[in-house]
Each structure stands twice: as structure tokens, then as C-alpha cells.
């Protein structure tokens, strides 16, 4: 029985060994946000033959996958072009003859509106489309553009695009297709500016908000030239960081070794092996780690950057067939949680409206429906064969097996292992022995099955010995 055994397990539960599992979920904490820090992002696409220098002052090639961290400045010549995500999912797309920089970035999961990010571009064009950080604490965002400063009033999927030529006397422009923000340049400001209006500054000319069709065809030019996503060519999102060898499976049924950087699309299923994880990030700015001998499929992914929070606009599914996930919710989740769809084995997981989200669940096929989740931040719905779990806050836990309803607890009053394996599943390393100890403590509930990873009906097993 689930309730003895967890209580069992309660009872024998000393001081030590709780501070020991809390210190290891705050190592893990201060790891993840120490990572952050030093992984500001990832390239995602370019063209031509770009080069980077990073707060070092070391100029290096940029290539799709390279990582780069705070300080590091880009260069783009002509017909050249970059797109880079960030940490928190945040996506900057720049064109050609352009130089930029990202000043600062710091970002953790766990606490979103603690993130700091500061963009500065020097000279061209860059479209800014928002992420984790922009979307729950917009007054933590700043971008230079040249002299002047672009503010962010409303974050929710905010999306813009500026120019500056600072070769002539600071003179710029911005067109805002989403959300709200204000404008600070040496010859005026702009209070508020939002949805398809556009701005003109220069030493003659003080900005002001007009429609977007007033722009001269050669600045539509200039912002159309970048406003051209990967995310229009049914991309759902790509690696941000792999630890061993991770297999992924197209919806063709093709198997590929995963890289960072690699794109991919709604209906891919993802492989993790022993000591083994990955973290992905879709572009609306959500995360999704894996930790080792997992399976996850990408279900379903639609989003319109423009339209995010319409019906049938944004939608999101994903399905844990085995182990450990993480799930840091994006602009999908926080504005329209109704259309995100997550199946953990034979449970689901409904998201209520907040503004934050972000919890771990762990399965196993083969252990006949048993299950855990912890939630960080946000409150969720858990629905099993045997009964619900009907809101589900940050703090809390709940384990669940087949014939009894879903036990509910305090997330730091679970079992060592369950909490040590899913409070501590980080972008940073895995712990191995976690894991272990985690499946170990699942089967210890009777009957189980071992617990195996396979891809099932393809015949043998990926990225993990079986």
C-alpha cells in the first residue's frame, strides 16, 4: 500500500537525513542559478560566416549550438544574419550589419521574476521577442538601442523589432507587433507605445507613435528583413543543453544523436540513457528537462507569437512515457494553461491560471501506474485512474498508484529519494545516484515491476542499455 509505505518511510525520516535532501536541493538550486549566469544562451540559426568576442575579449566562430554567456558582443556583415535564445526562452533575431551585446543576463527557473537581462544594440537592426524573464518582470528587461532605451511596460509576449544607425547622429526607429513598451531617445520620448504602431527618431525629428503602415519602404524593408522567424516554419523549439549521448525519434520514425542547438518539431520523442539528461526549449519560452532513462514526447506544439492568448492559437501537449521531467512553464502555460495537455503515465496534469509555473513528475511504465510530482511554484490539477488531486500548490507533493486515490503531502515531507530525485532534477548535471535511489523507493511498493527504458513496439532500446 502507497499510504503505509509512505508513512513508513515518514516515520523513519530523521532531522539529518531531511537537512541532508534539502541541502542537496539547494546545492542543486545555487547550481542551477550558477549556470545560468554562465550560459546566458544558445545559437539557434545563422547565415553566413559569423564571429563572436566574448567578456574575455577572445573572438571565436559562431556556429548553429554555440553556447555564450554574459559580455559576449556579435557581429553580423552584410546579408548575414543571426538568431540566438536565451536561458529563459527569450529569442533575439539580427540582421544584416548589426552589432549587439548581451550586457547581462541572470536567470533561475525557480524564481523568474528575479531574472535580470540587459541588451544593447550598438548598430543595425534586432527583433526582441520576450521570454521567462520579460514575461513575469518586464521592468527587469533593458535594451539600448544606440543612445536611446527601449522600455518594457506589458511583458506578455511582448514582440518588437528596432533599428539604429549610430553613424548618423543616433537616428532610429521601432515597430512593436506585441504588447506595450515606452521610448527614451535624445530628442523625445514616448510614453507608451503598443500593437502594430511604430516610432522615428533622429536629431530633426522627436518620436511619436504612428501606424505601422507610415514607415518608409526602406525601414519596412529593414523590419520585415528581420522579422522572419524559425518559429514560422512549424519549429517547436530546440536543445539547450545535452549530457551524454540523447537520442531523439522524428514523427517519420527517424533516430538522431541530439546536439545543443538542435531544432525540433511537435511529435518527436526524446531518449535519455543512464547518467544521461537534456533540457529543451520551446519557443515560447517553456522548458522541459529530462533527467536520465526518460522518455518524453513532444505531443502536440502550436504557437502565434502574435496571437498568443486566442483560442486555438497556442496550444501545447507532452506526454512522460518514462522517469523524471521538469516542467518550467512559458507563455503557453501562464496565459492560456487550459490548452496545455500533460500525460504522466496512465495520470494527467491540469494547470490552473498563475503566473508562474513549474513542477517535476516521475513515472515508470513498467511500475503499473505508480507516480510522483512536486510542484515549485503554481497550482495544478493531478487526475489518475483511482481518483484526483484537486489543487495541487508550490510546496506540495503527491504520489499515486493503481486502487488508492492520490496522497497529497508536503513536498519536503516525501520520501528522501522521490524528493532528492524530483526537487533536484537541474539543468546542471544529474545526480546518478538520485535516480537510482528514486526507482529504488518506487519499487519498493508492492508488486512493481523493474523498471526499464524502452521505446516500446520499435524493438530495442535508445540511449540507455536495457
Known amino acids: 500500500m502507497a499510504t503505509a509505505f509512505f508513512k513508513s518511510w515518514g516515520r523513519r525520516i530523521r532531522l539529518g537525513v531531511l537537512l541532508g535532501a534539502c541541502l542537496v536541493v539547494a546545492q542543486a538550486w545555487i547550481a542551477e542559478c550558477a549556470w545560468a549566469q554562465a550560459q546566458a544562451g544558445v545559437v539557434r540559426a545563422l547565415s553566413g560566416k559569423l564571429f563572436a568576442t566574448n ?4 573572438r571565436i566562430e559562431l556556429l548553429v549550438g554555440t553556447r555564450f554567456g554574459p559580455g559576449t558582443t556579435f557581429q553580423t556583415g552584410e546579408d548575414e544574419r543571426i538568431e540566438v535564445v536565451l536561458a529563459d526562452g527569450q529569442v533575439l533575431i539580427v540582421g544584416r550589419n548589426s552589432r549587439f551585446r548581451v550586457e ?9 521574476k528575479s531574472g535580470r537581462l540587459t541588451v544593447s544594440l550598438e548598430q543595425g537592426s534586432m527583433r526582441f521577442i520576450g521570454g521567462n524573464i520579460a514575461n513575469s518582470n ?10 536611446s532605451v527601449v522600455g518594457l511596460i506589458s511583458g506578455s509576449a511582448i514582440d518588437f523589432t528596432v533599428v539604429v544607425d549610430t553613424r548618423v547622429d543616433q537616428a532610429g526607429m521601432i515597430a512593436v507587433a506585441r504588447g506595450e513598451v515606452s521610448l527614451t531617445t535624445p530628442f523625445g520620448n514616448v510614453a507608451k507605445m503598443g500593437k502594430d504602431q511604430v516610432a522615428r527618431w533622429q536629431p530633426s525629428l522627436s518620436p511619436a507613435a504612428a501606424p505601422h503602415a507610415s514607415l518608409p519602404a526602406a525601414l519596412l524593408a529593414e523590419v520585415n528583413a528581420v522579422q522572419t522567424s524559425a518559429d514560422a516554419s512549424g519549429q517547436a523549439g530546440v536543445v539547450r543543453s545535452v549530457s551524454g549521448t540523447v537520442v531523439a525519434q522524428t514523427p517519420a520514425g527517424e533516430r ?6 538542435a531544432a525540433f518539431r511537435e511529435g518527436t520523442t526524446f531518449f535519455t540513457g543512464n547518467n544521461e539528461s537534456a533540457e529543451l526549449v520551446l519557443s515560447d519560452g517553456q522548458i522541459v528537462l529530462l533527467g536520465q532513462k526518460t522518455i518524453v514526447r513532444i505531443d502536440r506544439f502550436e504557437f502565434d507569437r502574435q496571437l498568443p492568448n486566442q483560442p486555438n492559437t497556442s496550444v501545447f501537449g ?6 523524471v521531467m521538469r516542467f518550467v512553464g512559458g507563455i503557453i502555460a501562464t496565459g492560456r494553461p487550459e490548452s496545455v495537455n500533460i500525460t504522466a503515465g496512465d495520470a494527467t496534469i491540469g494547470i490552473r491560471p498563475s503566473e508562474a509555473v513549474d513542477f517535476s513528475v516521475a513515472v515508470g511504465v513498467e511500475a503499473q501506474g505508480h507516480g510522483a510530482i512536486a510542484v515549485r511554484q503554481g497550482e495544478l490539477t493531478l487526475t489518475t485512474p483511482s481518483g484526483t488531486a484537486g489543487n495541487l500548490v508550490g510546496g506540495q507533493g503527491a504520489t499515486w498508484q493503481p486502487g488508492l486515490a492520490p496522497l497529497v ?6 520520501p528522501p ?5 524530483i ?3 537541474q539543468s546542471s548535471v544529474e545526480s546518478s545516484l538520485a535516480v537510482q535511489q528514486f526507482l529504488a523507493g518506487l519499487s519498493s511498493i508492492p508488486p512493481l515491476a523493474h523498471v526499464v527504458v524502452s521505446p516500446g513496439g520499435g524493438g530495442g532500446c535508445v540511449g540507455s542499455p536495457c
Open 417 to 421: 529519494a522521490v524528493l532528492v530525485e
Open 256 to 261: 538522431m544523436q541530439l546536439s545543443v542547438g
Open 138 to 147: 518586464p521592468a527587469a528587461v533593458r535594451i539600448f538601442a544606440g543612445a
Open 318 to 323: 507532452v506526454t512522460v512515457l518514462n522517469s
Open 409 to 414: 503531502t508536503s513536498a519536503t515531507l516525501m
Open 55 to 58: 567578456a574575455a575579449g577572445v
Open 104 to 112: 547581462q543576463f541572470q536567470y533561475g527557473s525557480r524564481d523568474p
Open 423 to 425: 526537487l533536484g532534477l
